[in-house]
């Protein structure tokens, strides 16, 4: 994940780098070096007087940072001249627009470039950022900006599995987004951990989509709870409910049908499910690679259905990573988990510092 935004932030951040060192306006500013230690009395001799500001024209290379000490007053002092670099509003607007194309390339949600540049122009608009150490700067910013994107409270899922028996939970999704592999993923995740599962195939709607569960359920030796095809979907899950607690088992997950967000009927056939089941928690699947699409459907669900958590298949073959970037800043709601592959063992818990990493800006 991340292959293509990764190699985009490191060549725009190099670039708006350079920029910077090249036009922006240059400071030089006068500091004590700190390994010197002056006579207390002489102290207050010391002018303390900060040096004009220096313009040096563009692209002109200031070699050294520190310059030969200069004696001055009683003892002479020595000072340390620091190159700094300013950047205004206007150019930064202007350097930013390089990072807005990258991040909008890599299907970043607007919300979050919005935040981004926000705080981007706190940290370096109008400050005196050091020379040789814009780069960082920036990187710095950056890392600190997209890490506050996964400040949606998160929860360990099979910690909070064993707070109610039978724990419910249903996943929602449109058609195709890895729904169903995701549950026998999570089936088969719980059967590592020790805590007993029975499916819910209620989505009645889908051709073969019954047959596609009963399949992961033979695998998983786990049980599926089914009724008719256009039968309804809310007494499957409210049945899977019965039989759980009938047999004591630990979780219900209920599979629903791939609605389309803008299909208003299936939506509130959707409503019904959640009415019925009132599940523990509500699990969106959104399909890593498809981006803004992803959010978009993200922010719909959660407006018809409340959803709690958020789950991105297909984060394996997704080279760009804006939905995992984005999705969860927007629904304010966490990824607990990424698909990263097709078969049982191919889910992974979310973890934001591999994001941090992953985009090549962790320390
Ligand atoms: P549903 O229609 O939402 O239930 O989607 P499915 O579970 O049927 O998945 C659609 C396709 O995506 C299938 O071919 C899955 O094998 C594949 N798939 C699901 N999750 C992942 C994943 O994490 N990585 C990859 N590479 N493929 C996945």
Not at 71 to 81: D, H, P, S, T, V
Not at 85 to 112: D, G, H, M, P, Y
Not at 320 to 346: C, L, M, N, R
Request: proline share 3%; glycine share 6%; net charge neutral.
């Amino acid at each position: 994940m991340f292959k293509f935004l990764k190699e985009k932030l490191k060549n725009t951040i190099s670039r708006i780098s350079k920029k910077v060192e090249d036009e922006a306006e240059e400071e030089v500013i006068e500091k004590p070096r700190p390994e010197e230690k002056r006579p207390e009395k002489e102290e207050e001799k010391i002018e303390e007087k900060k040096k004009p500001e220096v313009k040096i024209e563009k692209k002109k290379e200031v070699k050294e940072e520190k310059v030969e000490p200069e004696k001055k007053g009683f003892l002479g002092k020595i000072k340390e001249k620091v190159a700094t670099k300013k950047i205004s509003e206007a150019q930064f607007e202007e350097l930013f627009w390089n990072l807005e194309v990258a991040l909008l390339e890599n299907n970043v949600a607007a919300e979050v470039i919005g935040k981004i540049k926000e705080d981007l122009k706190q940290e370096l608009v109008e400050k005196p950022i050091r020379r040789m150490k814009i780069e960082k700067t920036i990187e710095e910013s950056l890392k600190k900006s997209i890490g506050e994107l996964f400040e949606a409270e998160s929860f360990d899922m099979l910690e909070i599995i064993k707070q109610k028996k039978p724990f419910v939970k249903c996943f929602v999704g449109i058609n195709g987004s890895g729904k169903t592999t995701t549950i026998a993923k999570i089936a088969h995740l719980l059967k590592e951990k020790g805590l007993s599962s029975v499916l819910a195939a209620s989505d009645t709607f889908r051709a073969a989509s019954i047959e596609q569960l009963q399949k992961h359920a033979d695998s998983l030796g786990i049980k599926l709870i089914k009724h008719d095809y256009g039968s309804d979907p809310a007494a499957v899950a409210f049945d899977a409910i019965k039989h759980a607690e009938s047999k004591n088992l630990d979780v219900v997950l209920i599979d629903t049908a791939g609605r389309m967000h803008a299909n208003v009927n299936l939506m509130d056939e959707m409503k019904k499910i959640i009415r019925v089941a009132k599940p523990d928690l509500k699990v969106f699947v959104g399909e890593s690679i498809t981006g803004n699409d992803c959010v978009e459907q993200a922010k719909k669900f959660d407006e018809a259905v409340g959803i709690d958590a958020i789950i991105l298949s297909k984060a394996d073959v997704d080279e760009k990573g804006g939905a995992a970037v984005s999705v969860s800043y927007v629904t304010k709601k966490p990824i607990i988990y990424i698909g990263i592959g097709q078969e049982y063992k191919d889910l992974k818990e979310f973890d934001s510092e591999l994001v941090i990493k992953n985009l090549g800006l962790a320390a």
